[in-house]
């Protein structure tokens, strides 16, 4: 899995509590990524980083938020879950290194999923 | 808002047939398409790119075809294998802040090669 690891793999919540969901690298890519999967809508972007500090809203933004501190972390935080949040959340990454050229493949880490009670 | 399209959710051929897979497109415009396996319970392996100013792309047993003006691209698998059983994922690409890319999918094809 491209050097992406999540953490954790598997969780189960009630509704109401905060969870946080993290995302590692040993790649120093880029930017990172993180989507939800469900039945019937595929995957959908939630919140992506351009770099530390920097990051930027994706479809499914609502309910969510994220924090990039070190280009190999990035956070995924419900605030307070609800069941709609019950879902399979991957982290991404891509762009490659500063430095080299840039690439445009996405490499995905093995997902964690998420329950909300 | 943009919208993807995959012709089915399902896809069932024999062993050694080429599989075709299809990836419809509105609303958008985008400057490259990914496609991507996904295995069950893995995340998604990135198979190919391909640019809006390429028709076709080659990679081994891969083809992908890429029409703009109809809005299409066409995913070949030929000589196809039972290991190729997988969901099929097609992507739109197009730049986002700070040069990342943001990727929209479509909700995937799933393909079974029968031994």
């Known amino acids: 899995d491209a050097g992406i690891t999540q953490s954790p793999r598997h969780k189960v919540t009630e509704t109401g509590t905060p969870v946080t969901l993290r995302c590692h690298q040993t790649e120093n890519h880029r930017y990172m990524y993180w989507y939800r999967q469900d039945p019937g809508h595929g995957l959908r972007l939630i919140h992506y980083s351009y770099g530390v500090k920097d990051t930027d809203k994706g479809e499914v933004s609502d309910g969510y938020s994220v924090s990039r501190s070190k280009t190999e972390d990035f956070l995924l935080t419900l605030e307070s879950a609800t069941s709609s949040q019950t879902s399979v959340y991957f982290c991404?990454?891509?762009?490659?290194?500063?430095?080299?050229?840039?690439?445009?493949?996405?490499?995905f880490g093995p997902g964690t999923r998420l329950t909300v009670t | 808002s943009q919208k993807i399209e995959q012709n089915s959710e399902a896809l069932n051929i024999q062993e050694g047939k080429t599989a075709t897979l299809t990836c419809n497109y509105t609303n958008y415009s985008p400057a490259y398409l990914q496609w991507y396996r996904q295995d069950p319970g893995r995340g998604p392996v990135f198979l190919l790119l391909i640019r809006e100013n390429e028709k076709e792309k080659r990679k081994e047993r891969l083809k992908v075809t890429f029409d703009t003006t109809l809005k299409q691209s066409l995913f070949h698998i030929t000589a196809s294998q039972p290991a190729d059983s997988a969901t099929y994922l097609c992507a739109l690409d197009r730049a986002s802040g700070g040069s990342a890319r943001q990727l929209t999918f479509g909700s995937g094809t799933q393909l079974t090669v029968l031994p």
């Open positions: 991404a990454i891509s762009g490659g290194a500063p430095g080299q050229g840039q690439t445009y493949e996405q490499y």
